[in-house]
């Protein structure tokens, strides 16, 4: 494989960007080598800029779930664009994907448009904050919501702990009110609540844990979430940001049939564009400026090119059977993964909620972060290196979610197939 150029442009952008990226993700360091540049998307895959062609399980970390440069995507930014970029000002178009957003996820009451989803995550919990007039939080051992300073707060082993910041420049005192429960653990939350009694504003959860490798929640699990809340008057926030339209056409939420008091959005909404969204109750949301005091705002939320891409990619999956087509696609790749790694003898542990998957090369299984770290990292780099090679890209990281998009035809799920055979025979 001849990657010259992303050699060099990697070298380039390392003079102009921390580590070369723009986000760390991108950077290759949980699997060694070095990223790829890449010069166009089209369908299923992706092309470097030294010509080299890969079927894509990324997918942009989940917005596009009609695959890249969707021609009704396309369209949809085209004519919107020769319209105007930005008005700053309210347009029929957010009326729509809000109106659409609805139909998929009828627990969203109202909405507020944002530019991602670390912006739909802070501003939830400043809703929550405002409607309980409360300050702590919950947040679970392994999820990820975002960037926000209280958010970025690493969890003590084992036991719930209070947080500690996990980067430097993240203020003791506002990691402090992120309180850490272990994911699929009810009593590391109950005990959190009976610690501090009448001071917990808010619960916020992946539904299906997405952000360290996909982990499903164990019956019961997002149940006893809502239970607890209730009892204790605290906000439930759903985080799906990734799980929504991706575990069902109605998230988490509908999967589950459990109804969280907010809800926040992003990736799919957007349709490859920058757009994240949080919404829920009517009664919370009216507390959003200007209906109410709690201030939060945006020069460029509700964008009319970001707004009409979501408005093409939701009535795309709105369209007869195409998510269920979707969602068989990929249960048929988890099958033939499964199937590969038991002919090669190498044991792993495959999750998969709708169209998110994961296949940890471990012998646990993964319920939670303790778990979910137990799987060989080492051997996953292997795979990783090996997939690229034969043209499959893979989330560079064992402890991240693979998707597909509408695109991948059954042939490219064949040829992926025919890829992992040989790789783990190889690791
Ligand atoms: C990606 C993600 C976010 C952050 O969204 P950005 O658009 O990257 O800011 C928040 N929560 C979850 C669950 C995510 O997967």
């Not at 990657?3 to 290759?28: H, M, Y």
């Not at 530019?115 to 300050?135: C, F």
């Not at 970025?152 to 850490?180: E, N």
Request: glycine content about 10%.
């Amino acid at each position: 494989m001849n990657i010259t150029k992303s050699i060099s442009l990697f070298q380039e952008a390392q003079t102009v960007f921390p580590g070369g990226v723009n986000s760390p993700v991108r950077a290759f360091r949980a699997v060694g080598g070095q990223p790829l540049f890449i010069q166009r998307g089209e369908g299923a895959y992706l092309f470097d800029a030294d010509g080299n062609r890969y079927i894509d399980y990324v997918l942009s970390w989940g917005p596009l779930i009609t695959g890249h440069a969707h021609p009704d995507v396309v369209k949809a930014i085209q004519e919107a664009a020769l319209m105007g970029t930005s008005y700053g000002a309210p347009s029929p178009l957010e009326i729509e994907l809000a109106k659409s957003i609805m139909d998929f996820m009828p627990n969203i009451e109202m909405i507020r448009f944002v530019n991602s989803g670390t912006e739909a995550t802070m501003s939830a919990l400043r809703l929550a904050r405002a409607y309980t007039r409360r300050e702590k939080i919950i947040k679970f051992d392994g999820c990820y919501h975002g960037h926000a300073d209280m958010l970025l707060v690493q969890a003590g082993s084992g036991v719930a702990t209070l947080g500690l910041p996990d980067s430097p420049g993240v203020p003791s005192t506002v990691a402090a009110d992120t309180l850490v429960a272990n994911f699929n653990d009810l009593e590391s939350v109950e005990a959190l609540f009976k610690k501090w009694p009448d001071q917990i504003a808010a619960v916020i959860v992946e539904p299906v844990a997405g952000n360290m490798g996909v982990v499903p929640p164990l019956p019961g699990f997002l149940e006893g979430l809502r239970s607890l809340t209730t009892q204790h008057g605290t906000v439930l926030i759903f985080d799906e940001v990734m799980t929504g339209f991706r575990v069902h056409k109605g998230g988490a939420q509908t999967l589950y049939n459990i109804k969280p008091d907010l809800t926040t959005l992003g990736k799919v909404i957007g349709g490859g564009l920058p757009v994240g969204a949080y919404g829920g109750r009517r009664e919370i949301m009216q507390l959003v400026a200007p209906a109410g005091p709690m201030y939060q705002a945006g020069t460029l939320s509700g964008n009319p090119l970001a707004m009409s891409a979501g408005i093409a990619a939701l009535s795309l999956i709105r369209e007869e059977k195409c998510w269920e087509k979707l969602e068989q696609a990929a249960g048929r790749l988890e099958a033939g993964i499964g199937e590969a790694a038991k002919r090669a003898g190498v044991p792993i542990q495959q999750t998969r909620v709708g169209t998110m998957f994961t296949t940890f090369f471990s012998e646990t299984k993964p319920v939670d972060w303790n778990t979910v770290k137990a799987a060989d990292k080492i051997q996953f780099g292997k795979f990783f290196q090996k997939m690229l090679e034969n043209g499959v890209y893979l989330a560079p990281s064992q402890f991240e979610a693979g998707f597909i998009s509408i695109l991948h035809t059954d042939e490219i799920i064949e040829k992926t197939l025919e890829a992992a055979m040989e790789a783990f025979r190889t690791c």
